[in-house]
C-alpha cells in the first residue's frame, strides 16, 4: 500500500460552515477516522517526530484528543493520560479553568497520573486559539512533567494558538 501523504488526509477533512454557531469552520475529522488507512498513516506521520524520543505518557484532551492520543500512545510505548472537562474523572484531581470566547471552561487530571520528570507529550485533533492546551499545559507542570511537544492534526494559524505554548515544540499536519 502506498504511503498517506498530508495532502490525502486534509482533502478527507470536512469542513461545515456555521457549527457549531454562525461564523465558526468547524473541521471535522470523521471522514479520516472512518478511513483504516488515512486513520493509520496520520497517525504514523503524527508520532514520526517522536519515534526516536524518550516518551513516557502521551496526554490526549477531551474529546478527540482521546482518539488521536491513544493511538499515539500504543505506537511510541507509552502510557495514556486523559486530561477531561472537570468534573469527569473519578480520582483527586488539579484542574486549570481557561477563558473561552464567552466564559470559561476547566479542565482535569488525576494527580497521580504523571510522575514528576516523566516526558509527556500533548496530542488533540485541533490547535485553535491554544487556551485548550495551555490549560492542559499547566496541569502537566503542576504535576512536575517535562512537556516534550505538542502535536495536532490541524492548526488554524490565523489563531495564532502556538502563541500560548511558547517554550515547547509545538507540531501540526496540516495548517489553515
Ligand atoms: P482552543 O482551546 O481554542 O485551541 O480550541 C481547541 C479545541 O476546540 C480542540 O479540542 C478542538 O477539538 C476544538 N475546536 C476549536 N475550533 C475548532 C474548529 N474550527 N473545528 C473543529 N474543532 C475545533
Do not use: F, N, R
Given at each position: 500500500m502506498n504511503p498517506v501523504t498530508i495532502a490525502e488526509i486534509a482533502a478527507a477533512i470536512r469542513n461545515v460552515p456555521d457549527f457549531p454557531k454562525p461564523g465558526i469552520q468547524f473541521k471535522d475529522i470523521t471522514p479520516v477516522l472512518a478511513d483504516g488507512r488515512l486513520f493509520d498513516g496520520a497517525m504514523n506521520l503524527l508520532v514520526e517526530p517522536y519515534r526516536n524520543s524518550r516518551v513516557d505518557k502521551v496526554v490526549g484532551i477531551d474529546a478527540r484528543g482521546f482518539i488521536f492520543g491513544a493511538v499515539a500512545a500504543t505506537k511510541l510505548g507509552a502510557g495514556f493520560v486523559p486530561v477531561r472537562k472537570?468534573?469527569?474523572?473519578p480520582w483527586n484531581t488539579h484542574e486549570q479553568s481557561y477563558d473561552l470566547e464567552y466564559g470559561s471552561a476547566t479542565v482535569a487530571v488525576h494527580v497521580d497520573a504523571v510522575k514528576p520528570g516523566e516526558r509527556v507529550l500533548l496530542v488533540d485533533d485541533l490547535l485553535a486559539t491554544g487556551g485548550t492546551a495551555a490549560a492542559a499545559m499547566r496541569l502537566l507542570e503542576k504535576l512536575g512533567a517535562h512537556v516534550v511537544g505538542f502535536d495536532f492534526l490541524i492548526e488554524l494559524k490565523f489563531l495564532e494558538g502556538r502563541s500560548k505554548l511558547a517554550g515547547h515544540p509545538v507540531r501540526a499536519l496540516i495548517g489553515y
Open positions: 472537570k468534573g469527569k474523572l
